[in-house]
């Protein structure tokens, strides 16, 4: 079946770097796409979302970027800092428009 | 009011038992969701109501009951678990469609 993944599943970055975390897609039909973070113990956060009638998004310090060519989606995070450390997933929207398809997720550590 | 919460935060339970897991969320949201999250992997789906009907089931066993009183409560009721189903449950709501779904810390439930 159609999947979402990550490239990297950790990333270790110094504080004040900044971060880009990488996950394809396969669902070309897919609409709409977005980042969670999740910390330890708690449930996912949304960061920033994006439709598939974009090239990016901007929000506060974080980027998505959306290249449908090749079904890839980046989340850009400036000034990476020790609060950003988490576990990040992306998800898609599956065929039938109520359920989000999540990719495996990649762990961000920020090293002072 | 822009937060999902869920009760109890921990639960641990004999494969006898019953239990149930709420959710509760006054976003006016008219989805909510039920996950199912193991240790390093990302949520999979285990129910979707949409407003208030049970839309999506993904072939989740029996022992997994789920309940939508009104708009604003789920609950997860719970029978006859085996350890494999030991995870962080996680609740989720969005307004109508999958799109920006905010989830809850979730309730880490423990089967002995």
């Known amino acids: 079946g159609e999947s979402v993944g990550l490239h990297l599943p950790t990333l270790s970055v110094q504080e004040g770097d900044n971060s880009i975390i990488n996950c394809a897609y396969s669902n070309s039909a897919s609409d709409y796409f977005i980042w969670y973070k999740q910390e330890s113990g708690k449930g996912p956060q949304f960061i920033i979302d994006i439709r598939s009638n974009m090239d990016k998004r901007q929000g506060q310090r974080v980027t998505v970027l959306l290249n449908k060519t090749v079904k890839h989606l980046s989340l850009q995070i400036a000034a990476t800092q020790p609060g950003d450390s988490a576990v990040y997933f992306c998800?898609?929207?599956?065929?039938?428009?109520?359920?989000?398809?999540f990719g495996k997720g990649t762990s961000l550590l920020v090293t002072p | 009011d822009t937060e999902v919460t869920q009760t109890p935060k921990h639960l641990v339970m004999g494969m006898t038992n019953k239990k149930s897991l709420k959710c509760e969320q006054h976003m006016g949201h008219r989805a909510m969701y039920w996950y199912k999250q193991k240790a390093k992997k990302p949520p999979e789906l285990m129910f979707v109501y949409s407003y208030e009907k049970l839309s999506i089931n993904e072939s989740v066993p029996s022992r997994f009951s789920p309940e939508c009183p009104n708009s604003s409560l789920l609950n997860l009721h719970l029978h006859a678990l085996q350890p494999e189903d030991s995870a962080l449950y996680l609740c989720?709501?969005?307004?109508?469609?999958?799109?920006?779904?905010?989830f809850g810390p979730g309730t880490r439930l423990t089967v002995t």
């Open positions: 989720a709501s969005s307004p109508a469609r999958a799109d920006e779904q905010y």
């Open positions: 998800a898609e929207n599956d065929n039938s428009g109520y359920a989000l398809n």
